[in-house]
Nanobody, 124 residues
Framework: QVQLVESGGGLVQAGGSLRLSCAVS????????MGWFRQVPGKEREFVAA????????VYADSVKGRFTISRDNAKKVGSLQMNSLKPEDTAVYYC?????????????????WGQGTQVTVSS
């Protein structure tokens, strides 16, 4: 079984920064793409960013382009999401996900494993 554990969430003022991490453990498969999603209570989970196994392909939601940066360290089995210039509308629970495929995609149903989520709150 594969486990994903997010960390790094918290409370920050608008304009500030946070860095989320996602540690992958367990019986991991050889290569996998990773993604970040977020969800606000009462709304559907939405795509934030995704990165391919080699990091050659990176995809961002329009709402975070230029502010968020996704990265990964395959040797350490860690994925990261650097979030800068945070806005109150970025407030959500952020989820890390992995899929048994090297290609980065933005569609939630293509991801096989999920973390438990970490809360990010941006105050105005």
């Amino acid at each position: 079984q594969v486990q994903l554990v997010e960390s790094g969430g918290g409370l920050v003022q608008a304009g500030g920064s946070l860095r989320l991490s996602c540690a992958v453990s367990g019986r991991t498969f050889n290569s996998y793409a990773m993604g970040w999603f977020r969800q606000v209570p009462g709304k559907e989970r939405e795509f934030v960013a995704a990165i391919s196994w080699t990091a050659r392909t990176i995809v961002y939601a329009d709402s975070v382009k230029g502010r968020f940066t996704i990265s990964r360290d395959n040797a350490k089995k860690v994925g990261s999401l650097q979030m800068n210039s945070l806005k109150p509308e970025d407030t959500a629970v952020y989820y890390c996900a992995a899929r048994k495929n090297v290609v980065a995609v933005s569609t939630e149903r293509f991801y096989d494993y999920w973390g438990q989520g970490t809360q990010v709150t941006v105050s105005s």
